[in-house]
């Protein structure tokens, strides 16, 4: 059963924690993405890896972390630098033809 | 400034009517277009896409049409069902098959169907 896949489902941070939301995926694709949604807005790109070991910042990366070490995981940390980290984290990885496909996401709430 | 605007903002109708989605784009330069639905709480999933040489794409219930003369874009949605009720999203790729992929979202189509 390929896809993506992203845990947890919800996450409730305490002011000043940092928090790491997961993203694998079995699609064997290079590129992977974070994104963040928030009511009323569109999809905002946070980072994205285009190969292991390599990663980009997006358009929104302030207070946020990424890591790429190995191909299936790309895993983001929200860290207490970001002021406003209540949203809806997805991840996506990039197939041939430049579809992305998405994971199901994860909530995050600060407490 | 790149842009990708939706309309309505949303929408409600009643079960077996039809309904058509509206997607304005000012993205340069223009690679393709894509339409995702979006359940409430989950990630988006591609409904169709087209090039700028296609005008119309169809998936079953959904047909999506292009004009890239006017940079418009429609999601026409046939004998609307309850499970169609989510947002659906508008999404123009700027690249041409780089690894950067810049895809420029709109902010979406809340669509709901009652019974």
């Known amino acids: 059963d390929g896809g993506i896949t992203q845990s947890p489902k919800y996450l409730f941070r305490k002011e000043g924690q940092n928090v790491t939301l997961s993203c694998e995926q079995n699609?064997?694709?290079?590129?992977m993405y974070w994104y963040r949604q928030d009511p009323g807005q569109g999809l905002r790109l946070i980072y994205y890896s285009q190969i292991v070991n390599d990663f980009q910042k997006g358009d929104i990366a302030e207070g946020y972390s990424v890591s790429r070490e190995k191909k299936e995981s790309f895993p983001l940390t929200v860290t207490s630098a970001q002021k406003n980290p209540t949203a809806f984290y997805l991840c996506a990885s990039r197939g041939v033809g430049g579809e992305q496909f998405f994971g199901p996401g994860t909530r995050l709430t600060v407490l | 400034k790149n842009q990708v605007e939706q309309s309505p903002q949303s929408l409600i109708i009643l079960e077996g009517k039809n309904c058509t989605l509206q997607?304005?784009?000012?993205?340069?330069?223009?690679?393709?277009l894509r339409w995702y639905k979006q359940d409430t709480g989950r990630g988006p999933v591609s409904l169709t896409i087209?090039?700028?040489?296609?005008n119309t794409k169809s998936n079953g219930r959904y047909t999506a049409t292009l004009d890239a003369d006017t940079k418009q874009s429609s999601l026409h949605i046939t004998a609307s069902q309850l499970s169609d009720s989510a947002s659906y999203i508008c999404v123009v790729s700027s690249d041409y098959g780089g690894a950067t992929n810049k895809l420029i979202f709109g902010t979406g189509t809340l669509l709901a169907v009652q019974p």
């Open positions: 997607c304005n784009y000012t993205v340069s330069p223009f690679s393709n």
């Open positions: 087209m090039t700028f040489s296609e």
């Open positions: 699609l064997n694709h290079d590129a």
